[in-house]
């Protein structure tokens, strides 16, 4: 099979095609002819020796990619819930190593939801780790509430607008900042408010939040700890409830945590029932051709993208 592999870290043109062994299934497992791969930054941050690099240099060849929407072509002996010929869709093995950017994966049973049938493979695969990220994040840490408040950061991004749309769905007001340029994109994502980040310090404009979801880091993080009133809840998915922004929440009587989402099955089953209903929506900005993988991690690399970016395979 086609694969693209990292030998060594560096540019998105770091990653080659090469020619592998398809992968042999565990008892656990099943084998996806992939359609479709997402791709997210903390690929290509990987890509560039960071993030999870070192974890997956552990076992050899380094295959990025964690996001497949594809065909289930074997099926192991202890698989229960899938069969050949079914079309499913998940985020594989995060964050260990999901080895998505091949023409075949082994993916873990419990790690998949069968595809809707009325979702096509690109938008599929684009509803994986961004949105089990906003849904984890949402519902099982946060566990919102119709009528609360909720500021949701970069919210055209791809973990933004499936955030918004969640936070809509459990009747939740929802305000988002983006540039003036997207707008009416969130707005028609169901977001209740918007804020120009470029026109406005945030925290000067919301101050009763009852749930935060940064994106952006520790300096965001700190600065939107004003935006919650007292009890509410910042949680961040890049790392940025530092030492700082922990003792500050604690003044505040705020939580503020990290979180890092992790493949669910169960998940993925929730968003694929709000997809086929209609409800959640994943928006694909750009898609590219398995064999311009590289001008894919350029685009997700401009930090400029409305929604997702995939990748088609086969």
């Not at 020619?19 to 690929?43: F, G, H």
């Not at 594809?70 to 093995?93: H, I, L, Q, R, S």
């Not at 873990?108 to 994040?137: G, S």
């Not at 707005?187 to 918007?194: I, K, L, P, R």
Request: net charge negative.
């Amino acid at each position: 099979m086609k694969a693209f592999v990292v030998n060594e870290p560096g540019a998105p043109e770091s990653l080659q095609l090469t020619e592998l062994d398809t992968p042999i299934i565990k008892d656990d497992e099943v084998l996806v002819k992939v359609r479709a791969i997402s791709i997210n930054p903390v690929d290509t941050k990987t890509r560039e020796g960071k993030s999870l690099y070192n974890t997956l240099k552990e076992t050899e060849p380094v295959i990025l990619g964690w996001d497949i929407s594809g065909e289930v072509v074997e099926a192991g002996e202890k698989v229960t819930y899938f069969k050949p010929g079914d079309e499913v869709f998940g985020m594989v093995n995060f964050p260990g190593h999901g080895r998505a950017y091949a023409e075949y994966v082994a993916a873990p049973e419990a790690h998949l939801a069968h595809k809707p049938a009325n979702i096509p493979h690109h938008e599929a695969a684009a509803a994986t780790l961004a949105a089990l990220t906003a849904w984890q994040v949402l519902v099982n840490e946060a566990d919102i509430q119709p009528g609360q408040r909720v500021l949701v950061h970069a919210a055209a991004g791809g973990v933004g607008h499936f955030a918004v749309q969640i936070a809509k769905y459990f009747k939740a007001f929802v305000i988002g900042t983006a540039s003036k340029e997207n707008h009416d994109f969130i707005m028609n994502m169901g977001a209740d408010e918007q804020i120009d980040y470029n026109e406005y310090k945030v925290e000067d404009v919301v101050m009763d939040a009852d749930i935060v979801l940064d994106s952006l880091g520790e300096e965001n993080s700190l600065r939107s700890l004003k935006c919650l009133k007292e009890g509410g809840k910042l949680i961040s998915i890049l790392g940025g409830a530092k030492e700082a922004v922990q003792e500050e929440a604690k003044k505040r009587n705020i939580e503020a945590k990290n979180y890092l989402v992790h493949s669910s099955g169960e998940d993925m089953a929730k968003i694929a029932d709000l997809m086929s209903q209609g409800k959640l929506t994943a928006h694909v900005s750009h898609v590219y051709d398995f064999e311009d993988i590289a001008k894919a991690h350029e685009q997700v690399e401009t930090r400029k993208t409305r929604g997702k970016v995939i990748v088609h395979v086969s």
